[in-house]
């Protein structure tokens, strides 16, 4: 139930035109939703503040954190296909797909906070001594990019594809399949995709959740069947 | 009678005059005095700035002014920083260079922004110009050192390269040997943005030891500490320096090494850098601390004690970039050491954890508007604020400039009495009546776009996000806001009738940037339709717009004033409207 109002988001006109129920449903869930939802002027919104909202509520909230659910879901599959692509076809409240949320599984925002590509990476304090092994981790964390190697088994050339614009394996594949000319079906029927993590191991990418693939891959393979 | 008669100038006087005028506005009101005037300014415009490399066309451009010696284009929109606009959506300055090449032969400058540049625009560059000096390639992308190796082998008069923040296909870091030995030109080399591990040091030493005009120079992150002595007593005349990776095995002689060349620089008023920070080795800079206008510590990885350490030294500082490990205490010290700042930016360390890393809210920065007199540009990345901290931020430094604070989660209320920031942002555009540019965030209603309507008289550019109520919102700042230049909305919930209702105010604008809001596609080809000189860009990434009713919201919107029509150039997701209401691929 929760996780409805959740994602019931205050920004979305139609929560305007007072479906009752929700409406002050949300009210009382989630502080942050309900000023948002009429603040000052009259008209459809109302003046929720003195909608019965009570004290003990008022928490910060974290809206993002309610919609992240669905990468935490168990049977991940379907949820990937839903938030694939930032469709909000996931939440059974938003009835117009086409009402754009632009989040990314398991990433949060696309976007946001608004910091440069090249600011996202975690930033390493260095050690002392040891200066080759600086040098190593300077160069490893050097690209002010967040791309990583992408080699195709039986293909000599490596290329280099940009992370922080994917937000689900969905959109990783596609993005993989027009590089390197791979039509779906071939792609069903012949390849895997595998990555190396940082302590070396190769893994299979279908075996763990976008969020582990990201947070601990070096490069990605893609190996034939 | 006799009747006053008024002798014109020859046009050589009139030419000599208008080479004193060279800010554009002043030349653009020049031109519009008389035919004549406007002839004559023409044949003697030697720099154009183009806000919107779609806005005209490169034969315009040169038919309108041939003797052009310098010039600055921008390509994508602000959003693009934030992987908001698709990879391939446009921007491409080889048509540019194309056309400019044999109409311009001593095209001195190139100025370029968030454009796609390729190596063969810059072999072509290198080819075409002989007298060419200054390539400033600012958050560019699409070319590699290759590229970069012919612009140094070519360019025999290049005084500057400045690279910063683009993105460079780093193959190797030889392309510094192609600098011939004959050049000593140099006077700005900016390459802090390459990665390469192997750049090519002594190449480099040799360079900047035979530029004796070099000014500033700002190095890579493979560049070690253990090296920057040698390059700073090369070119103990530099103004501006980035260093590279500031961290090194722990020896004594390094240390004093370097104490020695910083002191020897009696010049340099900015510092940039800092990677990888080794406290232990600050120190080093404190003999250049007192002289230093700009310090640019915001990829330094060192805690509040170590900055203020830093900071208390640096008496003339005049612009702070820094990461939020400065925390409050550290922004307090900042207040009482640096009267004279005027610029500050704070960036976020941590920026998609949930929980806040550091103790930074918005006291730091109310320490700072009461310490500084001088603020005129903010940008500060936090996770609280207040109402009650805005009014008096506001109160202490009507001077604002640019004001720009983002707020971490989106829709965060005042955390104190839970209400939105409505009043906090009134009272920052209510002040500061010269405010050019701002940024919002936090819980917003439609009363902040009224405020903003009301008060921000001389605002040029606005960003908006997960704010608003309603369409009045949007409607406030197209109706209110006179010098409104740049709009760039995400995530809001404006639609149709604001857009329609001020379509003629987007003219007057250079652009307008909509995404994950509400207006729908038959309004976009409406716009399209009845805005000749609009192009009015749908974009979207995941299906045709058409293949939908025309009622649904589009993914993504770009809308700017153009004289040149739909552009040629557009990739498969992205569709414009034209006159006919036929869309455009």
Known sequence: MELHLGLALPTNPFFQLKQGPFYTNVNTSNGSCSSGGGGGGGGAGGSNKRRGFDEETRVVPKTLRLLLWNSDQPDGEDDRNDLGNGNSSSSAILKYPSLPLSWNDGEGLVGWPPVKAWRKKPRRHAHNGRANNNRMAAAAAASNSTYVKVKMEGNAIARKIDLSVHGSFESLTSTLMRMFDISEEHWQRSFKLAYQDRQGDWLLAEDVPWRTFIRSLKCIKLIRR | ?585
């Not at chain 2, 554009?24 to 008389?34: G, I, T």
């Not at chain 2, 006077?187 to 000014?215: K, Q």
């Not at chain 2, 620089?265 to 800079?285: I, M, N, Q």
């Not at chain 2, 936090?382 to 971490?408: G, K, W």
């Open chain 2, 1 to 585: 009678m006799q009747k006053k008669r008024a002798y014109s100038f020859p046009d050589e006087v009139l030419e000599h005059v208008f080479s004193f005028i060279q800010s554009d506005k002043d030349r653009n009101a020049v031109s519009v005095v008389c035919k004549s005037w406007y002839e004559i300014e023409r044949w003697c415009r030697r720099k154009v700035f183009i806000g919107n490399c779609y806005a005209v066309s490169p034969k315009m451009v040169i038919k309108r002014f041939p003797e052009v010696r310098s010039i600055e284009l921008k390509g994508k929109p602000h959003f693009a920083d934030f992987n908001l606009v698709p990879d391939g959506w446009g921007g491409y300055v080889l048509p540019w260079i194309g056309e400019m090449a044999g109409a311009y032969p001593w095209l001195e400058e190139i100025r370029l922004k968030r454009m796609v540049v390729t190596d063969e625009s810059l072999e072509l560059i290198a080819k075409s110009f002989k007298n060419f000096k200054v390539l400033v390639l600012f958050s560019c992308e699409g070319f590699s050192t290759d590229g970069l190796a012919a612009i140094a082998a070519g360019c025999k008069n290049l005084s500057e390269l400045d690279l910063r923040e683009s993105e460079v296909d780093d193959l190797s870091g030889h392309w510094l040997t192609h600098f011939p030995e004959t050049c000593t030109s140099l006077v700005s080399l900016n390459i802090s943005c390459l990665g390469s591990d192997e750049v090519s040091f002594s190449a480099l030493e040799r360079l900047v030891g035979r530029c004796p005009n070099l000014r500033s120079l700002r190095l890579n992150r493979a560049v070690s500490l253990d090296k920057i002595a040698n390059i700073l007593c090369l070119a103990p005349q530099l103004v501006d320096f980035g260093t590279g990776n500031y961290t090194t095995e722990l020896r004594p002689d390094v240390l004093s090494n370097l104490t020695a060349a910083f002191s020897s620089c009696k010049e340099l008023k900015s510092l940039s850098g800092f990677w990888d920070v080794v406290p232990a080795y600050l120190p080093a800079l404190y003999s250049v601390c007192s002289r230093l206008t700009s310090l640019n510590l915001s990829y330094a990885t060192i805690h509040s004690p170590e900055i203020i350490k830093l900071v208390s030294h640096c008496s003339s500082l005049q612009c702070l970039l820094v990461l939020d490990y400065i925390e409050d205490s550290g922004l307090e010290a900042l207040a009482s050491s640096c009267k004279d700042l005027q610029e500050l930016r704070v960036f976020p360390s941590d920026p998609f954890g949930v929980e806040p890393n550091v103790s930074l809210t918005e006291k730091g920065l109310v320490s700072v508007s009461l310490g500084c007199p001088k603020l005129q540009s903010v940008l500060y990345f936090c996770r609280r604020m207040t109402n009650a901290a805005l009014v008096t931020i506001a109160q202490n430094c009507p001077n604002f400039t640019h004001f720009r604070l983002c707020i971490i989660e989106p829709k965060t209320a005042d955390y104190m009495t839970l209400e939105p920031l409505d009043v906090g942002f009134g009272a920052i555009v209510e002040h500061c009546k010269d405010l050019r540019r701002l940024s919002l965030s936090g819980l917003l209603t439609d009363r902040v776009f009224e405020y903003i309507g009301t008060y921000a008289k001389k605002l040029e550019m606005l960003s908006v996000a997960f704010a608003g109520d309603s369409d009045l919102g949007l409607h406030h700042v197209l109706s209110g806001c006179e010098s409104l230049r740049k709009l760039e909305i995400r995530d809001c919930p404006f639609g149709d009738k604001a857009l329609l209702a001020n379509a003629a105010k987007l003219e007057t604008m250079r652009s307008l940037w909509m995404s994950s809001c509400t207006v729908s596609f038959g309004a976009c080809k409406l716009l399209g339709q009845k805005m000749h000189r609009l192009n009015v860009e749908v974009i979207d990434e995941t299906e045709p717009p058409c293949s939908r009713p025309k009622s649904c919201p589009v993914d993504k919107l770009y809308v700017y004033r153009s004289i040149s029509g739909p552009r040629s150039d557009m990739p498969p997701f992205v569709w414009t409207m034209d006159e006919e209401g036929t869309i455009l691929h």
